[in-house]
């Protein structure tokens, strides 16, 4: 039995699928893309799946992926990707099939573009004047205040447009992990670009020696 | 990408999914190359009605149409109904994003009266004018259908277009009216002039209502030539000619009814006098066994569901059930597809009924013994008894369930508190039964009532018989509770303030039309959601526009009376409904009717006979 690694992208509407929905939809569409894929053995036997980075409600990506398992021998990855790529919901797109290598514990960063309307550039750009950027980040039992200036020294801005965008690289570890949900929230409260005019790409998932997550981490 | 105010709105609400669409099987065509644009509507919240079936059937009928274009709109929750305002976002359909504004033709789905309100905040999100009489050609014709049109007075003013009956092949008559009046660019009387000639259209404004000093009903007439003084319900012969839909628009967030679901008959045999359906959906017609199983397997592959719920109103009074579960079995369970049948008889369920459909997984059992005491199901003509409901009990424990749910309802006609007792005297009974059993040491058995409040409704016998108060209505739960002596045993009740509304609304008339405006425009809406309704409101609207809500569903109406549904005609005769009261009142029950036929009239419906009586059917 192999672990094969489904990689796809999660733009517009299937963006705001979330995580937990997200594995219901996933099932739905392996069960009707009837491939040969492991179900586990319990009394409610399921398809085996697990999400490797899971992405926040509302933010696009380039770069997720689902691990699932089969029996079968020597797939035909292409054929798996074009029998799901026919049935998945608007938004999501299979760019690449094949055997799961690294494992998800290696992830140590995951890379973004973040957009704003091309106005909220002074806005933005302030940042990178700032000494310190506290933010706070909320865990299931404590609070930890955080400085986003260590992670991200300064906000390169291009316009692009009618939009100005930005690349961030931030933890995305098992001990630290880091939404850039943060930086959007500490952007909007202390220096006024609206959070909900900002559009969160995902790009790209790095080990922690900075190369790609996997086979070429997806589209990066 | 989407317009930057609706992604502004999507990131200030709580379960954004719901207003995205996208969703596997959902239908995208392009505009400019369609001639009808139909957007249905759903006056309750996307996981609502995402679990209504009538939706999917004519999402599909329409969509196999490659010039109509049929899309989804639903009632947006509190959050986003506030952030569409804020932003001056007009409620759009989830496929194509675009306003109800330019559809040819908004179409809402009538299922409960709670929802009427819902209803006017979704014309008004889109900015579409509420009354009927302010809408001139340019905006999209407001059409009804569903199971409240039978008595849709209280919205008669807001709608140009309200469909009795079955919408099969009704719906795209009339969409095939609005194609046909736009190619010839008519007026929109001309175009209701035609609408109207469809089988169960009911046009509004054709008719005029004149009222006796009392406040009752004089008389219905229509005001326009051509016009039936009454309307008879659309309906589908036979039910083999249309298959159930095998495709759905499958939600990501996850719908209240998330499975397969197909419909195995449609109509009732039980005549039970209290239910609304029973009446309305007469006669019972069923689909082959064979075109409900592939119909059934499509489903399940289009869709990747895991689940399939075979749904009717009494889905073991199919006469191939056991035939229909084989063939089922014979692939759902290499597939992993579990069964469901929700809505089971207690005189007929049987051993391999319940070893059939929990052959996967095993949910929980309910049952719907409807009244306590065998006198008040006589009376309902719920034809189960204690010996039925103990078989059944008995079958289901030995199969291993620990918890049974009991349905009833409490404010029946002819109720007395001794039938209140009997609630929970039945309860306790099948508690004894439980523990008299062998079961697993140390497992106890949970037995739930859920005890609604009734609610008289019409086209039934019980249109007659004014509601209980909710004085009443509360000393009877107060006299429930006390009756119950086991923590073995949880009741659950509804709230007697939401089921007076409904009995104002479900036998209401025109003169409530701008009530529900003015609750709206007071903030009522959601009125269905214990956390939205307020019911002082509602109280305040009625007393500064001078109705007396109790007159609607307080008040016994007379047996010659003219009802405001009166010109609504769903087959069963006026005569059958008063024959069958005075059986009720007399505890006299009445056959199923495919072992003898009552004489309702519904097989006029038909054509002939309803069923084969020279065949034992059951």
Redesign the interface.
């Known amino acids: 039995m192999i672990t094969v690694r489904i990689w796809f992208e999660k733009r517009n509407e299937a963006s705001y699928i979330s995580l937990l929905d997200m594995q219901r939809v996933m099932q739905r569409v392996l069960k009707r893309s009837s491939l040969p894929v492991w179900h586990t053995l319990g009394f409610n036997p399921h398809i085996y799946m697990t999400f490797t980075c899971p992405l926040s409600l509302g933010q696009e990506s380039l770069c997720e992926s689902v691990d699932v398992k089969t029996e079968a021998e020597n797939p035909d990855f292409q054929a798996w990707q074009d029998k799901l790529n026919a049935i998945m919901p608007a938004g999501i797109h299979v760019f690449r099939v094949e055997p799961a290598r690294d494992k998800a514990s290696e992830i140590a960063y995951a890379c973004y573009t973040i957009s704003y309307p091309a106005a909220a550039q002074p806005r933005l750009e302030q940042y990178n004047g700032l000494t310190e950027a506290l933010v706070e980040k909320k865990g299931k039992k404590s609070k930890k205040q955080i400085d986003l200036k260590q992670y991200i020294p300064a906000l390169d801005c291009r316009t692009e447009g009618e939009k100005v965008s930005f690349d961030v690289c931030l933890p995305a570890a098992q001990e630290l992990n880091l939404n850039p949900s943060l930086l959007t929230g500490f952007l909007e409260q202390q220096l006024g670009a609206s959070a909900a005019e900002a559009s969160i790409l995902r790009t790209g998932l790095l080990k922690a020696d900075k190369t790609p997550f996997c086979a070429g981490g997806g589209n990066v | ?2 317009d ?1 105010k609706l ?2 709105a ?3 609400v709580q ?3 719901r ?6 099987g ?1 239908i ?1 065509k392009d505009k400019d190359k369609v001639d009808v644009r139909f957007a249905f509507c759903f006056p309750d919240t996307y996981e609502v009605g995402m679990s209504f079936l009538g939706e999917k059937i004519l999402y599909e009928l329409l969509n196999q149409h490659e010039n109509w274009w049929c899309e989804r709109a639903f009632m947006p929750w509190l959050d986003m109904k506030a952030e569409m305002e804020k932003l001056g976002l007009p409620l759009y359909t989830l496929e194509s994003k675009d306003p109800l504004t330019a559809f040819d033709a908004v179409g809402f789905t009538l299922q409960y009266e709670l929802s009427y309100t819902n209803i006017l905040a979704m014309l008004d999100l889109a900015g579409i004018p509420l009354y009927a009489a302010d809408r001139d050609e340019r905006w999209p014709l407001i059409v009804a259908g569903g199971p409240c049109t039978c008595n849709s007075e209280p919205l008669a003013a807001f709608f140009d277009v309200i469909q009795l009956g079955e919408g099969e092949r009704q719906l795209p008559a009339i969409c095939a009216a609005i194609e046909q009046g736009k190619k010839e660019g008519i007026s929109k009387k001309e175009l209701l002039l035609r609408i109207a000639k469809i089988p169960g259209v009911y046009i509004p404004a054709f008719y005029d209502v004149t009222y006796h000093e009392d406040g009752r009903v004089k008389a219905i007439t229509p005001n326009e030539p051509g016009i039936p003084a009454v309307v008879t319900k659309a309906i589908i012969r036979d039910m083999n000619d249309f298959a159930p839909p095998t495709n759905f628009v ?1 939600p ?3 719908a209240i009814q998330d499975r397969a679901s197909i419909e195995v008959l449609r109509g009732c045999v039980r005549g039970c006098r209290f239910c609304q359906a029973g009446f309305l959906y007469r006669p019972m017609r069923q689909r082959d066994a064979s075109l409900l199983n592939k119909a059934a397997q499509d489903l399940c ?6 689940e399939l719920s075979l749904s009717s109103l009494s889905t073991s009074d199919h006469s191939q059930l056991e035939e229909l579960l084989d063939d089922l079995n014979s692939w759902a369970p290499q597939e ?1 597809v579990s069964l469901s049948l929700p809505s089971l008889r207690m005189d007929n369920f049987s051993e391999s009924l319940i070893e059939k459909t929990t052959r996967v ?1 095993k949910s929980g059992l309910t049952f719907a013994a409807e009244a306590g005491t065998q006198r008040l199901r006589d009376v309902i003509n719920k034809n189960v008894t204690w010996d039925e409901i103990e078989k059944t009990c008995r079958i289901a424990f030995e199969a291993g369930y620990t918890s049974v749910k009991l349905y009833f309802m409490m404010g029946l006609p002819t109720e007395t508190m001794a039938d209140i007792e009997g609630i929970a005297d039945t309860a306790q009974k099948v508690v004894d039964l439980y523990y008299s059993m062998d079961h697993a040491k140390g497992k106890g058995v949970q037995v739930t009532i859920s005890c609604a409040c009734f609610v008289p409704k019409p086209h039934t016998p019980f249109q007659f018989v004014p509601m209980d108060t909710a004085e009443t209505l509360q000393a009877k739960q107060k006299h429930l509770l006390e009756s119950v002596h086991s923590r073995k045993i949880k009741v659950n009740y509804h709230d007697s303030k939401t089921s007076f509304l409904e009995g104002v609304f479900a036998k209401g008339d025109r003169r409530l039309a701008p009530a529900l405006v003015e609750a709206y425009r007071r903030g009522c809406y959601f009125d269905g959601w214990e956390e939205c309704f307020q019911y002082d409101t509602w109280m305040k609207v009625f007393e500064d526009l001078g109705i007396d809500p109790h007159f609607y569903c307080n008040r016994a109406i007379g047996l010659d009376e003219v009802t405001p549904w009166s010109h609504m005609d769903y087959g069963v005769t006026h005569e059958y409904l008063v024959r069958e009261y005075k059986k009720a009142l007399a505890a006299q029950t009445t056959q199923p009717c495919n072992r003898a036929c009552g004489g309702c009239g519904a097989n006029h419906l038909l054509g002939g006979p309803c069923f084969d009586y020279s065949k034992n059917l059951v």
Do not use: C, D, I, W
């Open positions: 990408m989407f930057p992604k502004e999507l990131s200030h379960k954004p999914g207003y995205t669409g996208g969703e596997p959902s995208y499958v990501m967030v996850g592959a289009n869709t990747g569901y895991e992993h997984r």
